[in-house]
């Protein structure tokens, strides 16, 4: 089991101009260890089972698994009919 830690210090001036980048860590609820999951994101969710992290970093959503460290570029996969597309 982890819990997440949100880092913004290395960010103040995008905070300042309403911009909140920040970075996650995992916390191993055992062990105490630290791990870094994210780097310069602007939100994350977690998932209800605890298992994944959805992440906007700005410019797309991203999916992370926190046991293993996988990811998947969630907006690379999304459907955008030309119709809706923006040109």
Known sequence: MY?????????????MFGRPYHDVRAVDADTG????LLTRVR???????GDWLLSWDG???????IATGATHDVT????VPASCAIT
């Open 3 to 15: 819990a997440l830690e949100d880092l913004g210090e290395p960010y103040p001036w995008g905070a």
């Open 33 to 36: 260890e630290r791990r870094q």
């Open 43 to 49: 939100y994350e969710w977690p998932s209800a089972g």
């Open 59 to 65: 410019s797309a959503y991203h999916s992370l698994h």
């Open 76 to 79: 690379a996969e999304a459907f």
